[in-house]
């Protein structure tokens, strides 16, 4: 499954590498090509119908009427696939089509989830390089209750009921690279150079990519209102001890100003109790949100209970 926007510098060299890895790793396997093209304004869908295929390859184009993103375009790919299996990678050939055979033959002997970890990466700089290092840690910290590999991105091979329970999923919003952990199916990860594009420009502009990080901390989890609760809390036990200061330093002094310890104690009062209020609000945005997701409550792992 391939995601696509404006690849036509690309799209050609893309599906020529992948047809030879298929037909020489998995000669006698039917296997469909899922182009999911985000609403490109180029020739990435003419130039993919020109390539020819195999009688056991084939080619299906989904095409979107606009660019609604590459998270949608992904959750496309998978929603139309038929595989029992399902790969997921970009068009840009950063990430190699070659390490394909070897996820499969990881999934084979019992994984449901066969992901791609960039050890290194190259054609990009390092403010760059320190942002995604930052980003991805910052994750793991924030979203505790699931396990995101560290330094990962979409290109992974994922079973068929991975595939299943994320079509499930009635959410919009998706983070991809996050819900797969979320449902806690056994996971591998191999190890690879993520090299540069082999032509034209990223998709991913400098706001993409932090829309993708908010989404990404946002949506799978609750733990940044957890936090401004604590911070309520605490500042608001900080204004007490202010105002007991306050009513201490009154009471034991006779130079005064007039006044001053009414309005010291009033705005530590209420400034401490509106922290605490909105962490309550949040704790209780928190649940709300919860639930308009409408995640399952559990994922089977087999579903034969009777």
């Not at 995601?3 to 037909?23: D, G, K, S, W």
């Not at 990223?202 to 733990?223: C, E, V």
Request: hydrophobic fraction near 45%; charge should be negative.
């Amino acid at each position: 499954m391939i995601p696509c926007f404006n690849e036509q510098a690309v799209i050609f060299e893309c599906l020529t590498r992948i047809r030879e890895v298929l037909v020489s790793s998995l000669p006698s396997e039917n296997i469909e090509i899922i182009l999911v093209d985000d609403g490109s304004d180029d020739l990435t869908v003419e130039i993919a119908r020109s390539i020819p295929w195999p009688d056991e390859i084939e080619l299906k184009i989904l095409s979107f009427t606009r660019n609604f993103g590459h998270q949608s375009a992904v959750s496309a790919g998978i929603e139309w696939s038929r595989g029992s299996a399902v790969a997921i990678i970009d068009a840009d050939l950063q990430d190699p089509p070659e390490l394909l055979p070897k996820m499969l033959e990881k999934l084979e002997e019992g994984f449901d989830v066969v992901t791609g970890r960039r050890e290194s990466r190259s054609g990009i700089g390092r403010v760059k390089k320190l942002s995604y290092f930052a980003f991805y840690r910052l994750m793991r910290l924030l979203v505790t209750d699931i396990d995101v590999p560290l330094d990962t991105g979409d290109f992974r091979l994922i079973s068929r009921r991975v595939a299943d329970a994320l079509i499930a999923l009635p959410e919009r919003h998706r983070f991809i690279r996050g819900l797969i952990p979320y449902f806690g199916f056994s996971h591998f990860e191999i190890g690879y150079h993520r090299g540069e594009r082999i032509s034209g420009k990223t998709k991913y502009t400098p706001k993409k990519l932090i829309d993708l990080a908010f989404d990404g901390l946002f949506s799978l989890s609750t733990r940044p209102l957890r936090i401004s609760f604590y911070l309520g809390a605490g500042l608001f036990t900080i204004s007490l001890v202010g105002i007991i200061t306050v009513f201490v330093i009154r009471l034991g002094t006779e130079e005064w100003v007039p006044g001053w310890a009414g309005t010291m104690i009033l705005l530590l009062g209420f400034g401490g109790l509106q922290f605490l209020v909105l962490g309550l609000i949040g704790e209780y945005v928190a649940k709300i949100f919860i639930e308009i997701k409408s995640r399952p409550a559990y994922v089977l792992r087999d579903g034969d209970p009777g």
